[in-house]
């Protein structure tokens, strides 16, 4: 029905740049905020920033300054450009979208996730 697709993570030295990427595909009407988290091992998931449909934007105080969220609308694509990476910015990155269905028989609004992408950073 609708499915999000990560990209873009891996491996990179501290100080270094990755730029993730999410692509919602299916059978979606509009897209509303979408967001990125992530979840180090042994902790919880956490909001690392979010962007409405209209482009406001939000941010984890750890990453301010550092992270940039942005998104194409026309693509149904959010990015993650992520600077200056730390050895704790190491986690699996997820993002999530509240997506307006364009079914026929179901038009309702819905919450959902991509199966993550890793970003490991070393010291």
């Known amino acids: 029905q609708v499915q999000l697709a990560e990209s873009g993570g891996g491996l990179v030295q501290a100080g270094g740049s990755l730029r993730l990427s999410c692509v919602a595909s299916?059978?979606?009407?509009?897209?509303?905020?979408m967001r990125w988290y992530r979840q180090a091992p042994g902790k919880q998931r956490e909001l690392v920033a979010g962007?409405?449909?209209?482009?406001?934007?939000n941010y984890a105080d750890s990453v301010k300054g550092r992270f940039t969220i942005s998104r194409d609308n026309a693509k149904n694509t959010v990015y993650l450009q992520m600077n200056s990476l730390r050895a704790e910015d190491t986690a699996v990155y997820y993002c999530n979208a509240d997506i307006k269905l364009a079914s026929s028989w179901n038009r309702g609004e819905y919450r959902y996730w991509g199966q993550g992408t890793q970003v490991t950073v070393s010291s």
């Open positions: 962007i409405t449909s209209g482009g406001s934007t």
């Open positions: 299916g059978s979606i009407s509009s897209i509303n905020a």
